[in-house]
């Protein structure tokens, strides 16, 4: 059919933007200079940097996952799949913006609970397009490969769906206790990666 794609540049493609991505998290952490005189106080005073920086990685890395979940069992691709996976990709793309902000703003009371909040909104909408996305595909099943099965396809959206409840509860909390949402962020990210579970069989290309 004229509308359908291969899947072996839509998957290049999304790990190329992954990688820059997840690069791009480390550029936001340093210390100046002017603060060499007390490095090691200097280095421990951005912890809020590389608590963004963390679970910004942690995110994307079981965002990636769950990608090559995905992409794996497809056996092609149509304009609805291609353009949910470009608006996953834009807001993965965005993450770093949203990451800088929470590490500058944690310890300002005015600022905190918006940056937080605005950090969470992307990685719940990173969530939900990653679900829907699956939820497309499981119901037009001439996009799967022939040997995916009802079971594997339950397995994946149960991996999937949870994130989306989770994250909304978090954001919700950011507006009494943005630091503890912060850390909420991470445990989300953590789970995900060790839920994340490998291929039933390597020899699909």
Known sequence: ?????????LEAFSDGVFAIAITLLVLEIGVKETEFDDLWHAIGAQWPSYLGYVTSFVTIGGIWLAHHSIVRRLDQADANVMRLNLLL???VAF???PTKLVAE???NSSAESAAVI?????LLAISVTVSGMWRYIAAH??????DVGAEEIRAISSRTAPSIGFYAAVVAL???????AAFGYLAIAVVAVF???GDRTVSRE
């Open 105 to 107: 703003a944690i310890d």
């Open 1 to 9: 059919m004229s509308d359908r794609w291969s899947t072996g540049r």
């Open 89 to 91: 990709l834009m807001f």
């Open 118 to 122: 605005f950090y969470g909104l992307d």
């Open 174 to 180: 950011a507006i009494l206790a943005p630091q503890v």
């Open 95 to 97: 993450l770093p913006f």
């Open 141 to 146: 099943r001439d996009l799967l490969a022939e």
């Open 195 to 197: 839920r994340s579970r």
